[in-house]
Nanobody
Framework: QVQLVESGGGLVQVGGSLRLSCAAY????????MGWFRQVPGKEREFVAT????????FYANSVKGRFTITRNRAESTLHLQMNSLKPGDTTVYYC?????????????????WGQGTQVTVSS
């Protein structure tokens, strides 16, 4: 059984930083990519960033490029998202996800496993 558990969300002021974490349990050896998405209620889940689990190659949405950094620790089976220069528009629930696909996965349908999400609120 595979389980992803996010943590690190919270309330931060505009321009501040937060670091999200995702602990992975289960058969992580078959994963090629892990990623972060976010979803505002009533809207589609939006791609944020992805990382190749083996080689650490990364890809970001234009809206977060230069502000967010995705990293992974294979030994600990953890995924992180360092978020800097946060804006009110970054306020939403963030989800981590994992996939066995070796193609660049930026769509929700590309991912097989999902966490429950963690809330990030940026106040002005």
């Amino acid at each position: 059984q595979v389980q992803l558990v996010e943590s690190g969300g919270g309330l931060v002021q505009v321009g501040g930083s937060l670091r999200l974490s995702c602990a992975a349990y289960g058969r992580t050896g078959s994963w090629y990519h892990m990623g972060w998405f976010r979803q505002v209620p009533g809207k589609e889940r939006e791609f944020v960033a992805t990382i190749n689990w083996l080689g650490a190659n990364t890809f970001y949405a234009n809206s977060v490029k230069g502000r967010f950094t995705i990293t992974r620790n294979r030994a600990e089976s953890t995924l992180h998202l360092q978020m800097n220069s946060l804006k009110p528009g970054d306020t939403t629930v963030y989800y981590c996800a994992a996939t066995g696909s070796n193609l660049l996965p930026t769509r929700t349908s590309d991912y097989d496993y999902w966490g429950q999400g963690t809330q990030v609120t940026v106040s002005s």
